[in-house]
């Protein structure tokens, strides 16, 4: 799979499928060891103790992978949506930090809050299931543009975000997890009206968001591990 990205769960079924093949030749040395008949006790004990400890090995992970493949893909699928609300968590605040207009910056503020809610339920969800959050995300420092440009980027991908949610609605076995799911694409819907709501507003206004490069913005969220209490 050279040039494919893994996935743990993808990488798991071909360690299977190599201890299967290897079973297998293991099986076929043996029986050309017998029709050679070749005499060598130790060779022919090593043969043995090898094909018992894989069948048991094979056997062993046959069945974490069916019992685990769910929940697997449960963590997954929550951890891509955790980076996606991140990235949007970034966006928000620090855009609100340097727009020009007081009461879209607090409207971006509080989008960013319901943002940062999103990523602390994911979070703890993927705990539960075992898993560890993954969070990560960088804001592109864009050309000064206006706050209609700036709101259409953001319905944008609140309509990435909330299609992303709909696409797993009922997808898995964990009731819990499913729930969670269809709350967030509810809340993103709404965001994406919030968002349309304000590109009306803003679409005639000439209002500038002129991010300096040299704007530092200071990541609430990271600290150090045990003092994130929003993922921890």
Known sequence: MEGTRMDFN??????????????TALEQSRELYEQEGLSDDTVRNAMKDVGELLKSLHT????????????FAMIRFLNVALRMEYRHIIEYERYADVVQDARLAE????????????????????????????FSGKHEVREDMTAFD???LHYDTERELADFYDSAVGRFDDPSTN???????VDEEEHVGIVFKLLETYRDQAIMVEESKKHIWVDPYMGTPGDRAWIE
């Open 10 to 23: 993808t990488s798991l079924h071909e360690l299977d499928r190599h201890l299967a093949q290897t079973t």
């Open 150 to 152: 700036l709101l259409t």
């Open 179 to 185: 729930w969670l799911i269809g709350k967030l694409k």
């Open 107 to 134: 409207a971006l503020r509080a989008l960013g809050e319901s943002e940062r809610q999103h990523a602390h339920a994911l979070s703890m969800r993927i705990l539960d299931l075992g898993g560890a959050p993954h």
């Open 60 to 71: 062993t992970l046959e069945q974490r992978l069916a019992s685990h493949e769910g929940t």
